[in-house]
């Protein structure tokens, strides 16, 4: 399958769920975003490490970091892999410099990883041409609020990003695709995620 390099171009509040944070993610070279919702926990540890904070004692994400250098092992790229009832689904590349594995992780762990191991992130086609929301203009939804994010969690908890946006039942699809298309060219990637989903549910029922 094609793989699909990614970069993080946001990091933000999520407008719909307390203690959510909306990750975006682009496509290199592309117009594609991949919006996943995260807990404020993982929010926070991958905000610290782009913001190159040092917490007073180590994170979960530093702890990992440290004993794989210590045992000389490395990430080489993370790979979110599948896409099941809008559960992000990832792995990791590992190697200790003689043999590869891989290795099963949520999609906000891995990422937070990968800021650590400045190791590669990468999807399959497949997962960007159903998931992705296409932008119109060459703007991007710029890391926001990093230094709060790093400096106040709120929970780490991880909110299901399958619940339905209270509202979005009632709407036609003619209606939801309209908000599809509001909600991109106002940069609101977490509200467009939802919208997303509620409509590639309608597509399967």
């Not at 890391?143 to 036609?172: C, H, R, V, W, Y």
């Not at 467009?192 to 597509?203: F, M, V, Y």
């Amino acid at each position: 399958m094609k793989k699909v390099k990614l970069d993080i171009v946001g990091l933000s509040y999520s407008q719909t769920q307390s203690g959510a944070y909306a990750l975006v993610l682009g496509e290199v070279n592309g117009r594609r975003r991949l919006p996943i919702i995260i807990g404020a926990f993982e929010a926070q540890a991958i905000a610290i490490e782009i913001e190159k904070m040092t917490p007073s004692r180590p994170l979960t994400h530093d702890l990992f970091k440290s004993m794989a250098d210590t045992f000389h092992i490395n990430i080489k790229e993370i790979i979110i892999y599948n896409l099941v009832d809008g559960v992000f689904y990832a792995k990791l590349i590992c190697s200790d410099g003689k043999n590869t594995h891989e290795v099963d992780a949520r999609t906000s762990d891995a990422i937070a990883l990968a800021v650590r191991f400045n190791a590669l992130i990468y999807t399959y086609e497949f997962i960007l041409a159903s998931a992705g929301i296409v932008i119109e203009g060459n703007d991007f939804l710029f890391l926001e609020n990093m230094d709060s994010i790093a400096k106040e969690p709120e929970s780490d908890n991880l909110p299901s990003s399958t619940n339905q946006q209270p509202g979005f039942g009632d709407l036609t699809l003619e209606e939801l695709q309209q908000k599809l298309h509001d909600a991109i060219a106002e940069e609101a990637y977490e509200k467009a995620a939802r919208l997303r989903d509620e409509l590639n549910k309608r597509s399967k029922s």
